[in-house]
């Protein structure tokens, strides 16, 4: 038992899948070209390349020239909004929510700071963004909206169908038309994603969070958006993210899309499963605790709970004294004494934001990992209350 591992991060990152690792290997050993190279081993590694490329847009429903390739996530992320926004003629507005992920929220207050006005849309106690509301802050001088797929910390899905709908009907009567991205790095590998059908012009995507490599995302960016790079340096990437194709990786990014796509229902089935045992254990043996999100609509590995009178940083301390890997909330965050942004929007409490921990299941974990989680947890949780002055006194006073 003293060794017993269980990783439930997988919302911060994933185990590289075995299949996926072995299909990179050669690109560092033999093939290891330049893509960009004109004799062989660069033709070698230019033809992995492509059909990365195709495969990816296959997966996705879109064309092979609209998928580029990125460093990560937060990179897909930075290049839609900055690149959409570069050329911009004036100085515009921009829609987002309270609950992006710091990639976009950051963005979006940089671009503030550069003289955009920017409206960070509220979400009711689920986690969702009121389209009816997203339709009402649009203005004249709208220029792009970006609303994240799944959140990483509640793993509420956004309505992405209808505000895309909404748009395109608004961008009937306009010259310049308001682009719409979607961070998809938390759904993609979990909800099969088909960009015709969610109706976005931008989508962003990280192999880290479907059992691919770290350091390699990907940008979808519809035919005929105006975007604008925001690196210079080569041509690669269609001239739009300079730099020397990491080819084992982008294989890697290809490869996991593909893995996960193929065993989503799989996967999505046992989460399911695994998240409600976690959920019922924890209602069921620890009193005071709630479950953030809505649960219903939302991806199904992730499982967000406040542990009332107790700090999370504690208890993700002690869990990781017995083994287990959980977070508070988002990765990024953690080390901030700040409450998490994701909590507050949904109306939590600052107190009980700060005991919140976020349970994240992935295609590696098992019921035992379940299973030990509920046999220490009580105990944990019961030994932080026992010294909190809060506790006792909320207690005494029933
Ligand atoms: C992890 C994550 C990112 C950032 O991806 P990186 O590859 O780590 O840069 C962006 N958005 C969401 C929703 C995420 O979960």
Do not use: W
Request: hydrophobic residues 40%.
């Amino acid at each position: 038992m003293e060794n017993k591992k269980v990783y439930l991060d997988n919302a911060a990152t994933t185990q590289t899948a075995p299949e996926v690792l072995e299909a990179m290997l050669p690109f560092f050993s033999q093939n290891y070209g330049n893509a960009s190279s004109f004799h062989f081993f660069g033709r070698q590694a230019k033809a992995a390349l492509d059909e990365a490329r195709i495969d990816t847009a296959k997966l996705l429903n879109a064309s092979p020239e609209e998928i580029f390739f990125t460093g990560c996530g937060s990179e897909a992320d930075n290049i839609a909004i900055f690149g959409t926004l570069a050329k911009a003629q004036k100085k515009g507005h921009i829609i987002t929510s309270k609950i992006e992920h710091h990639a976009v929220l950051y963005s979006c207050q940089e671009l503030q700071k550069r003289g955009f006005e920017v409206t960070y849309l509220d979400v009711d106690k689920g986690g969702v963004v009121s389209v009816e509301h997203l339709k009402n802050s649009l203005k004249e001088d709208t220029l792009l909206v970006s609303i994240m797929h799944a959140n990483n910390e509640i793993g509420t899905i956004q309505p992405i169908v209808e505000i895309s709908k909404i748009l395109k009907n608004v961008n009937k009567n306009k010259k310049n038309p308001i682009y719409f991205h979607s961070d998809a790095v938390q759904s993609a590998g979990k909800i099969k994603l088909d960009v015709k059908e969610l109706g976005v012009d931008l989508l962003s995507l990280a192999a880290h969070k479907f059992n691919g490599p770290k350091g390699v995302g990907a940008l979808y960016v519809r035919k005929g958006t105006f975007i604008f790079p925001v690196m210079f340096g080569g041509h690669h990437e269609n001239g739009l993210r300079p730099g020397t194709e990491n080819i084992a990786s982008i294989i890697g990014f290809s490869k996991a899309l593909e893995l996960s796509n193929s065993r989503i229902a799989v996967t999505h089935k046992k989460n399911l499963i695994l998240r409600e045992k976690l959920k019922d254990g924890i209602l069921n043996s620890i009193p005071d605790t709630i479950i953030n999100g809505s649960g219903h609509n939302s991806i199904s590995c992730i499982l967000n709970v406040s542990f009332k009178f107790i700090e999370g940083e504690s208890l993700l301390l002690r869990l990781d004294m017995k083994g287990i890997a959980a977070s508070a909330g988002s990765a990024c965050a953690t080390g901030s004494a700040e409450p998490s942004h994701v909590l507050s929007a949904i109306g939590l409490d600052a107190v009980s934001a700060q005991g919140s921990v976020r349970f994240s299941f992935g295609f590696y974990n098992t019921q035992e990992d379940v299973d030990y989680v509920l046999k220490v947890l009580p105990d944990i949780v019961e030994s932080l209350r026992s010294m909190s002055p809060v506790y006792k006194k909320t207690s005494n006073s029933y």
